[in-house]
């Protein structure tokens, strides 16, 4: 036996380069890639050429015939010629008749014309006939379908047998399809026979022309919305036709149709939208296979959410247009149309921004409105500011008023707040209640609300693992079926939202303290002061100080920054020890500027300074300053509204039950030395203890019977009990509830004055209609006595 062969195979060459089978693949793909492409290198350059020669070939005339002659028909031709008398012609004659022999059409061509030969065959056979453009209809051909029957066997073999029969088509089906041959054909001939013969009807045919194209139009939209929203998932297709009305291209109703088939089109997507947000599948949930219902479903929302972005840019690009007065080229509209349109356009955005907040490209909305606040026409900015104020009165979660406060806030910083108001005037709205504070991060941050792996497999068995897992489960499917928004996320919601609000009030009274923003900033500070965190308590502090001080601001400015300080320190300052005298000396200057003539609104906030200022900080207020509030804000009650008297006077009650000594001022007693000083600004030394309320006795002869009541109720010192306490409907009331009820915003009586009584004349009857008979003859006698005897007052003096 021979030696035993190895059963190790030899490397090979491939295997000794170790050259992989994906490389060899590359190699070879790439070859061929390269011969692919050198022969589509080779096929183009031969179809040029081709090009090349055929053109050359068009460009040469050509004669109708051509054969070859015999060559001896051309040895006759030439002696022929030879024999011709051309020494009677010019060389100039000889020249043209042999150009004019060698075309092809001289004997059937005018010999004055030199054009070149079927040139207006070739042109004529270009242009196509206008009725060879109408699209021809066929005549209808019932559809048949093959239905297969049970084959015959005989002695050839097996036959197979069939028999057509033709397809039901359900009748809706008939109908529509007859509905929408009508509704083209009449549309086609209109805009063939429109264009030459409207400019030639008076103007009463041209009007009645337009009213009955545009009934056309409605009744077609009213149609295609009827029918999708009766069944959304089999007609999407007609959303795409009733979005292409809104390019309608007849200028007689173009304006009109667009309109109503933006507003057509809001009402349908607010029908048939879904109350959940559509997100687009996944790869691998594409490539699984599914329900037939869920597949339609799936192809439903993926058109849904299509055509609802079409639409919503449609209605984007009509802003567009107008902003930036482009005027299209078909010049369908009018560039005076652009702004209606603008407008309608803006109105549903507006109305898809408040009803539809959960579904798809509802940020895309916030930042297409965002802008159109600042616009310098008044109503679409009056239209958008409104819309954002609902949204966020009616946000319970805080998602969409953070989209839209950021929005607000990059605008502002890129027009370098050069923006209006009313912009800022609508993060009043906002519905903030409850932010997280940094002590209360730092608490909850320790706190762990599950256990981690770690502590399960510790602490619990395998059996209480599985348990615990299931619960959890179990819990969160249950919160997304009652769809119930945690408070933890609507409170990280509300503090980023408050969050950047302070960013932008800060930026402005850092940057732009003259700027128009300037009173809207302050009255936000003073709405939400409480919510402010401690450390920007000095600096703003220190800023409001300023600005008071700088005598730049009106009386309402420095209400809302002596507002937002005390709202401050009646909240999470109180811990600061802090002595706002500065301030209390600055309301008490401003309490004189204020009558009747200024805006009354500026007593609400007046009321609520006086509530933070003597009625939660009466331990640091001292008597002196209480009793000098009190004495000019009895002066004050005199000079204004009648609702502003009462809510000045609730607060005087208030004042003083929490400073019985107040009393002193309903004598006429001298409290201490010196004189009471009325024009003095300084709370502290203008001595209000010499004074007596003697405002209280005039204000009790006043025309409002509240007035009146709440004069007589102070004068007593304002008891609690007996007959000059108040009623309990008074008493439980607060000075701005008191203020807002008894409001003459209509220029009315509240409550009404009474008629006066009406007083009508005695009417004595002259006569004997008032007495008897009896009385009546003894008063004739008498009379008739007196008259007979003559009187002597002479004989009375003797």
């Not at 897992?469 to 919160?479: C, D, I, R």
């Amino acid at each position: 036996m021979g030696p035993l062969r190895s059963k190790k195979r030899r490397p090979t060459f491939r295997r000794l380069l170790k050259t992989s089978d994906m490389k060899l693949e590359n190699k070879v793909k790439n070859r061929q890639l390269k011969q692919q492409n050198v022969a589509k290198k080779q096929r183009k350059e031969q179809k040029r050429m081709r090009q090349a020669m055929k053109g050359a070939a068009l460009q040469m005339p050509r004669p109708l015939e051509t054969y070859r002659k015999r060559p001896e028909e051309e040895e006759e031709e030439e002696e022929f010629l030879e024999s011709l008398p051309t020494d009677m012609m010019d060389e100039e004659d000889l020249q043209q008749m042999t150009a004019m022999a060698r075309k092809a059409s001289f004997i059937t061509r005018d010999l004055s014309s030199c054009g070149p030969v079927h040139s207006s065959k070739k042109r004529s056979a270009d242009v196509v006939r206008s009725y060879e453009k109408i699209p021809r209809k066929m005549a209808k051909m019932e559809e048949k379908e093959l239905i297969q029957l049970l084959p015959i066997k005989d002695k050839s073999g097996v036959i197979p047998r069939c028999i057509e029969r033709a397809v039901k088509r359900h009748p809706n089906e008939v109908e529509e399809e007859e509905e929408e041959e009508l509704t083209e054909t009449p549309e086609q001939e209109d805009n063939e026979g429109a264009s030459p013969s409207f400019m030639e009807l008076t103007p009463e045919q041209r009007e009645q022309f337009r009213v009955q194209t545009l009934n056309i139009k409605k009744q077609r939209i009213a149609s295609l919305a009827s029918a999708i929203i009766s069944d959304p998932l089999n007609n999407m297709k007609r959303v795409k036709e009733l979005r292409g009305m809104m390019m309608e291209a007849d200028p007689s109703v173009a304006v009109s149709v667009r309109k109503m088939v933006m507003v057509s089109l809001m009402e349908v997507f607010k029908d048939i939208a879904p109350t959940y947000r559509i997100r687009p599948l996944t790869p691998a949930e594409k490539n699984t296979k599914v329900k037939k219902e869920t597949q339609q479903l799936r192809e439903f929302e993926e058109s849904l959410v299509s055509q609802y972005k079409f639409y919503l840019e449609d209605l984007e690009q009509t802003i567009k247009d107008w902003k930036q007065k482009k005027r299209k080229r078909s010049q369908v509209v009018s560039f005076q149309s652009y702004r209606s349109l603008a407008e309608v356009s803006v109105r549903c955005l507006c109305e898809l921004l408040l009803t539809m907040p959960h579904f798809n490209f509802h940020n895309n909305i916030i930042v297409t409105l965002v802008p159109l606040m600042n616009d310098p026409l008044k109503t679409v900015s009056d239209m958008c500011c409104d819309a954002f104020r609902k949204l966020f009165q009616e946000d319970r979660v805080g998602g969409a008023s953070l989209a839209t406060v950021r929005v607000i806030s990059g605008l502002i910083k890129s027009l370098n707040y050069s923006v209006r108001p009313e912009m800022l005037r609508t993060l009043l709205s906002l519905r903030i209640k409850e932010v997280e504070m940094k002590k209360d991060l730092e608490a909850t941050a320790t706190k762990k609300k599950f256990m981690t792996n770690k502590e399960k497999k510790k602490n619990l068995s395998r059996m209480q693992r599985k348990w615990k897992k299931a619960e959890e489960k179990l819990e969160k499917e249950l919160l997304e079926a009652e769809a119930s928004e945690s408070k933890e996320r609507k409170t990280k919601l509300h503090t980023e939202t408050l969050n950047i609000i302070f960013l932008i009030y800060f930026r402005i009274l850092k940057k732009a303290q003259k700027s128009v923003l300037l009173p809207v900033v302050l009255e936000g500070l003073a709405n939400f002061a409480h919510l402010i965190n401690l450390e920007f308590f000095d600096d703003l502090l220190n800023v409001l100080q300023n600005l008071i001080q700088s005598g730049n601001l009106t009386n309402r400015e420095s209400l809302h920054c002596i507002q937002t300080v005390f709202t401050i320190l009646s909240g999470q300052g109180d811990a600061l020890n802090i002595d706002p005298m500065n301030f209390y000396s600055q309301l008490y200057r401003i309490l004189m500027r204020l009558h009747a003539g200024a805006p009354n609104d500026d007593i609400i906030i007046v009321l609520r300074c006086l509530d933070a200022m003597l009625t939660r900080r009466r331990k640091q207020v001292t008597l002196q300053r209480a009793m000098a509030f009190l004495k000019r804000l009895s002066t004050l009650s005199m000079h204004v509204m009648p609702n502003a008297s009462v809510g000045i006077l609730a607060a005087n009650r208030a004042t003083m039950h929490s400073f019985p000594k107040c009393d002193f001022l309903l004598d006429n007693e001298i409290q201490g030395s010196g004189f009471y000083l009325p024009e003095l600004d300084e709370p502290e030394h203008c001595n209000a203890q010499n004074t007596a309320l003697w405002e209280l006795h005039t204000l009790q002869r006043h025309f409002h019977p509240v007035v009146r009541r709440f004069a007589g109720h102070l004068s007593h010192g304002a008891p609690s009990d007996g007959s000059s306490a108040l009623n309990v409907e008074l008493c439980r009331r607060s000075p701005l509830e008191l203020f807002e009820d008894y409001s003459v915003k209509d220029m009315t009586f509240n409550p009404p004055v009474a008629p006066p009584a009406s007083k009508k004349k005695d009417q004595f009857v002259v006569g004997a209609a008032l007495l008897d008979d009896k009385l009546q003859k003894q008063v004739d006698s008498i009379l008739n006595a007196a008259e007979d005897t003559q009187l002597d007052f002479t004989a009375a003096q003797h």
